[in-house]
């Protein structure tokens, strides 16, 4: 059955940045899985991803050596000429044009093993890297000719998408999409390339050593070099370290350093960061890296006395400040260091880490804290925030900054360029970093601005309990006082009156013209205006039942369906009107819960955002009102309309008309991207009394439900032409409760 949760595909930004085609390439190559194992299939996929990669850029040479006669003359087939070119010399059994021509074959197996072998042989600098194990009997070798055919449709090694560094966006997309099949949670993840743009030019890394510990695929080492090349330097002025400990993502990083002429050492094999550290005497000038968030079972319990925690001893349970003082350890005299943390990291005072961060900062070791904007990264949801750290922040190069602190907040920063996904403009990191160099240089003109950036006093941060959230240093204007006169606060309230009463009138001329549309001429002369939200609720219900339960919505011509002999059709709950369809609730709807928000305190007393709970959603706000800070992820901040679900103690389905809340845990935000508001709403109301019964069956104080009763709920989906009829109706009916109560 086809899922209605599916992600909308985007379009292709100009800047190449967006994540619609990995979307698109993800969801083609799964179909093609079938039933083999995603740990197994993730190898099959990757490899060709290899593969295609290096046959496109010898494609693009050979095209360059056969349009150049005169000064390639004769050397179309020699080796030497496209090692000049920095590209791997691909034999014929081994280019893209020839597999892909023998795809449909029995033997494409071995063809392709074949293939990687006479690569790795040809070029060293990949022995090992390769997969060659295509010609084994239980890979499917028509799902293999036809995954072949597939990743033919993109280009991976031509200069254009070099320059996008498309392999390794697709590649680190594929490998959180298999560790989430596979049930590992997280994965390895792509650093967006705006992302590492920032922290390349915040640190400007002209000549020296360059370190990243978790390297991923190599995208840092990738854009430091082309910093350099873009600001007149030579390559030959960097030294590239790294360390990773995903033996697929090592290959990748040796090979993707390797195809672009970076000469790096990365170790001779994949490694643990923390327990098998390959750079133990490294001592870099510039530090970028963007370490997983969170991990918990990191080993700390194993490495309590080492060397590195010279601040404290980081929590057992979450790495990131053993990311934090590893990173340290390994910087020069003189060396600076940027990387992404999550945003925990800025607050955090379990296992010792408030302490740890006490130290840090009383120690001048840090420099400045960005706040990012949420949805940067592909497969985590987690917001993040960007530390810089600093050996020497006195005179060496900048200016004297040792006592101060810069917090920039950038949350509100970038552009959507897919419904989920969110991108830095290269305005933003102009902003950005033309902000920290103006602070940071002996000839700039820093100034503060509110709700922006702020240079804090090591004494300010102090006073602060050491918190680091940029948020609570650079302002905000999200509560003003109110200094209008009486007179304009009368005016205001008057023309607010007037607004509601013509919105009522308007949305009332609609729903009469409505429902006389399809047939209903009581509905058609009802005066909406004066209605009650409990009479607009009770219609609601009442047309939905009629619709979903006695299947008498309007025809096509107007007339009740199931009356007029409407053709049905044999589902898993009986019959249902022919073009229908049975989903579950949560295929609907997406039910996102809420945060432990006594984690969020609020900043201040005029600066918070109203804690929506159970008893908020009954009495509405009131003085009782628990406090949140502002800065919550803006997906759990609740507006005016948006439909909750408090699936724990007393089970409640309504629409929230109090304003902007925090969304507490124990209630669900119902949203989605396909469905109208009303439908997930109804439904949602429709099986309320089952959730109940379910849930006062506990045996426990506040019984509840957990999210497998919303995948068994089952739900029917009308056809999109019917759908679309019901919704000029029932959209009406939620405008006019949700009018009513915000207005009230």
């Not at 070119?85 to 034999?91: A, D, I, K, N, T």
């Not at 449909?104 to 060293?124: C, Q, R, T, V």
């Not at 408090?646 to 409640?652: K, Q, R």
Request: negative net charge; proline residues 3%.
């Amino acid at each position: 059955m086809t899922k209605i949760m599916s992600i909308k595909k985007a379009q292709k930004k100009s800047n190449g940045t967006n994540a619609g085609f990995e979307e698109t390439l993800w969801s083609t190559a799964d179909k093609m899985r079938n039933n083999m194992d995603p740990a197994e299939y993730k190898h099959v996929v990757l490899g060709l991803i290899f593969l295609k990669y290096i046959s496109d850029s010898f494609e693009e040479v050979q095209n360059k050596i056969k349009n150049d006669a005169d000064h390639y003359d004769g050397q179309e087939e020699d080796r030497d000429a496209y090692l000049s070119e920095g590209v791997f010399w691909v034999p014929q059994v081994a280019r893209w044009d020839y597999l892909k021509s023998n795809a449909k074959k029995p033997e494409i197996g071995k063809m392709l093993d074949d293939a990687m072998i006479s690569i790795e042989k040809d070029n060293p600098s990949l022995k090992g890297v390769l997969a060659k194990n295509y010609a084994r009997p239980d890979l499917d070798k028509v799902r293999l000719g036809e995954l072949i055919d597939m990743i033919s449709t993109i280009g991976l090694g031509d200069k254009e998408s070099r320059s996008k560094d498309i392999l390794g966006r697709v590649y680190e997309y594929f490998l959180g999409r298999f560790a989430g099949a596979e049930g590992k949670g997280g994965g390895e993840f792509f650093t967006p390339q705006s992302v590492v743009k920032l922290l390349v030019e915040m640190l400007e890394p002209y000549k020296g050593r360059i370190y990243d510990p978790c390297c991923g695929s190599g995208g840092m080492f990738v854009q430091s070099e082309k910093f350099v090349e873009a600001h007149g330097g030579s390559v030959h002025d960097i030294a590239v370290y790294g360390q990773e400990s995903n033996p697929t993502t090592w290959k990748l990083c040796k090979m993707n350093l390797a195809i672009r002429g970076i000469e790096g050492n990365i170790g001779q094999h994949y490694a643990d960061t923390f327990h098998n550290d390959l750079h133990k005497d490294l001592k870099a000038d510039f530090i970028l890296a963007n370490p997983p968030f969170n991990i918990s079972d990191w080993g700390g319990d194993r490495i309590k006395d080492d060397v590195r925690w010279k601040y404290g001893t980081p929590s057992e349970g979450n790495a990131n400040y053993a990311w934090i003082q590893h990173m340290i350890h390994h910087l020069a005299p003189t060396g600076i260091a940027g990387f992404v943390l999550a945003n925990g990291s800025l607050s955090s005072n379990t296992s010792g880490e408030g302490e740890i961060r006490k130290n840090l900062i009383q120690n001048g070791l840090v420099d400045c804290i960005v706040a990012m904007p949420s949805q940067l990264f592909y497969t985590t949801p987690i917001p993040a925030c960007l530390w810089f750290v600093s050996r020497d922040r006195y005179n060496h190069k900048f200016r004297d900054r040792h006592d101060e602190i810069l917090f920039i907040d950038a949350r509100k920063m970038g552009i959507m360029v897919t419904r989920k996904n969110r991108e830095l403009t290269e305005e933003d990191l102009e902003k950005i970093t033309g902000t920290y160099h103006s602070w940071r240089n002996k000839d700039g003109k820093y100034e503060d601005v509110k709700g922006f950036c702020k240079a804090a006093k090591i004494e300010e941060v102090e006073k602060n309990s050491f918190i680091l959230t940029p948020g609570g240093y650079v302002g905000t204007d999200f509560m003003e006082t109110d200094n209008r006169s009486f007179e304009e606060k009368i005016e205001d309230s008057a023309k607010t009156i007037s607004a509601h009463y013509l919105k009522a009138i308007s949305l009332q001329t609609k729903a009469q013209t409505a429902f006389k549309k399809i047939g209903y001429a009581t509905l058609a002369e009802t005066e909406f205006s004066v209605a009650s939200n409990e009479l607009l609720e009770k219609i609601a219900h009442d047309l939905f039942n009629h619709w979903f339960v006695d299947f008498e919505f309007p025809d096509k011509n107007g007339k009740p369906y199931k009356s007029s002999d409407g053709k049905f059709a044999d589902s898993e709950l009986g019959e249902i009107p022919m073009g229908w369809k049975v989903k579950s609730l949560d295929e609907i709807g997406i039910f996102l819960n809420g945060l432990a928000l006594q984690k969020y305190p609020a900043e201040s007393s005029d600066k918070y955002l109203p804690v929506i709970k159970i008893r908020e959603l009954k009495n509405g706000i009131t003085d009782a009102t628990d406090k949140a800070a502002i800065n919550i992820p803006s997906e759990y901040i609740l507006q005016s309309g948006d439909v909750v679900f408090s699936w724990s103690g007393s089970l409640e389905v309504v629409i929230w008309c109090g304003g902007a809340g925090a969304l507490n845990q124990h209630l669900f935000k119902v949203t989605s991207d396909k469905y109208p508001k009303w439908f997930y709403y109804q439904w949602t109301k429709h099986f309320l009394p089952i959730f109940q019964g379910i849930a006062s069956d506990k045996a426990v104080t506040m019984g509840h439900i957990k999210r497998g009763h919303l995948t068994e709920s089952r739900v029917l989906v009308p056809d999109d032409e019917t759908l679309s009829k019901m919704d000029e109706v029932m959209k009406l009916l939620i405008e006019m409760v949700i009018n009513n109560s915000v207005e009230k």
